[in-house]
């Protein structure tokens, strides 16, 4: 059964159950979940769209939650904090935001909705299914809190004027009446969702628009960078954007981009894990922004190389590493791997110290936070386990697997099958020897899609050979 078809069979039943404990909260999913879907499906993912660090930071970590007067704590370890010359060494920055469990406590909402209905919404019935988790979107909401709902087809239009929630059975009456339609304005809808949070638009309140859709925009405008260069306009007005994609044929890079110039998330919708994480839990995140602007900064001694820094988009300098994190919600658990490498001077030295700094806006105080803390890798003799932290250890894992796909899909790209395979190969290889007796469920999810696509990959080299009598 495809993964489209388990989505709609399960979404009902699925927004009534409690949160998952492993599932990840407030944190783009878009790269984990579609690239699991795609390799249930036997597609190749493209390079672009594999984003190491959403693998990483699907599931929750074990950080502890900040202190009553922070809004972000960090948390800095070291695989193994001893290294010998030579050798690698894996160091974690971690951070967790507080869950807030009473939602009386929560920011003033102003909420646009915007729905695709386009035609090919009604496959699988999505379009019911969509309807029946914004009906229980609308019921975690308060009655005091701002709500507008737009669709769109070939046209758009305002199906709820922003009102209060003052009337939820009529809202829901709306929302029922939704019906599939033609092709997919997606800029003519954005826009009007765009106009009507802004009538309600309060300073100090969570004034977002989310968009919901399952294709690509061939109705209105249909530029990237013309939807991009307006929808920015919005988010420089101070309304932000979340993206939600469903299906096979999407733009997301158009998706990804607009989220996160709106200070939102993208997430793709797979299965019934994905419902539930964004349809259920997005909620707590989508009302509750924490942190704005967070940037990290991490300074190491000459004595360290930094061999990698897995996903993200750092900027490395002279012994220096900088990372424009996104912006963080409540609920939220992420964590940064880097990968040194203790160089063999020749100077006797004894410890390394590394410098991590974070800066962040705090919303509900109003101010800029800097946190900031050094730790020191020591240098020993012989050879040492770099991943002695069982939790370092999980998530580098997941962070080689992911990074294996990302280049077994460029490899692809190249043409070069066998490289892919190999990649593939020597990443499953190394997590099945550190876990013999898998039973951790997170790196299960991220093995299964690399193995997946190997066998996808022999089967092709196996297709090949019967077509051109074994060779290449």
């Known amino acids: 059964m495809s993964l489209c078809r388990r989505f709609v069979l399960f979404v009902v039943c699925l927004l009534a159950l409690p949160v998952a404990a492993n599932a990840q909260e ?49 948390d800095v370890r070291w ?17 967790s935001t507080a869950h807030e469990h009473d939602r009386s406590h929560l920011k003033p909402v102003n909420l646009s909705i ?15 299914r969509v309807k029946q988790a914004l009906i229980t979107l609308v019921s975690q909401l308060r009655s005091t809190d701002y709500l507008s709902i737009v669709i769109f087809d070939d046209q758009a239009e305002v199906l709820l004027p922003s009102t209060d929630l003052s009337d939820k059975e009529e809202v829901n009456h709306l929302i029922h009446g ?20 802004m009538k309600h638009f309060r300073e100090g309140a969570t004034n977002r628009v989310i968009l919901l859709t399952d294709g690509i925009a061939n109705r209105g405008v249909t530029d990237p960078a013309e939807i991009e260069a307006s929808s920015h306009y919005y988010n420089d007005e101070g309304v932000d954007l979340s993206t939600i994609g469903v299906g096979m044929d999407l733009n997301k890079d158009l998706l990804r981009e607009l989220a996160k110039s709106g200070r939102g998330l993208y997430h793709f919708v797979a299965d019934d894990e994905d419902v539930n994480k964004v349809f259920v ?18 300074e190491f001694a000459p004595g360290l190389h930094l061999d990698k820094v897995y996903g993200y988009d750092p900027h490395c300098g002279d012994h220096k590493v900088t990372i424009k994190l996104d912006n963080m919600n409540s609920g939220v658990t992420e964590v940064v791997l880097l990968r040194f490498r203790a160089d063999d001077s020749g100077e006797d030295v004894s410890r390394l110290p590394v410098k991590v700094r974070l800066s962040y806006h705090d919303l509900d105080r109003g101010k800029d936070v800097v946190k900031s803390q050094e730790t020191y890798l020591k240098i020993g003799e012989g050879s040492r386990d770099m991943l002695d932290d069982e939790e370092v250890a999980k998530n580098y894992t997941v962070a080689v697997l992911a990074q294996s796909i990302r280049d077994m899909a460029a490899a ?17 290889s190394r997590a099945r020897d550190r876990y013999p007796d898998l039973d951790d469920v997170d790196i299960k999810r991220t093995l299964s899609i690399a193995e997946n696509y190997r066998q ?8 090949d050979g019967r077509d051109d009598g074994g060779s290449g």
Do not use: W
């Open 178 to 197: 939704i019906q599939p339609g033609g092709s997919t304005n997606l800029n003519g809808g954005l826009m009007l969702g765009y106009k009507e949070a």
């Open 412 to 428: 692809c790209e190249e043409r070069d099958f066998r490289k892919a395979e190999h990649l593939l190969d020597a990443s499953i």
């Open 114 to 128: 915007v729905v695709d209905k386009s035609g090919s919404m009604a496959d699988y019935n999505k379009l019911t």
């Open 281 to 298: 839990k997005e909620l707590q995140s989508l009302v509750s922004p924490v942190a704005a602007e967070p940037n990290l900064t991490i």
């Open 456 to 463: 996808m990959l022999r089967r092709r080299d196996g297709d």
């Open 79 to 95: 695989g193994n904090d001893t290294a010998s010359d030579g050798r690698g060494a894996v160091l974690q920055v971690g951070f």
């Open 26 to 74: 407030g944190v783009s999913s878009g790269a984990a979940t579609r690239t699991r879907y795609l390799s249930e499906n036997g597609v190749f993912p493209t390079s672009r769209e594999v984003a190491v660090e959403e693998f990483v930071n699907y599931y929750r970590h074990q950080i502890a939650f900040p202190t009553s007067n922070e809004a972000v704590a960090m």
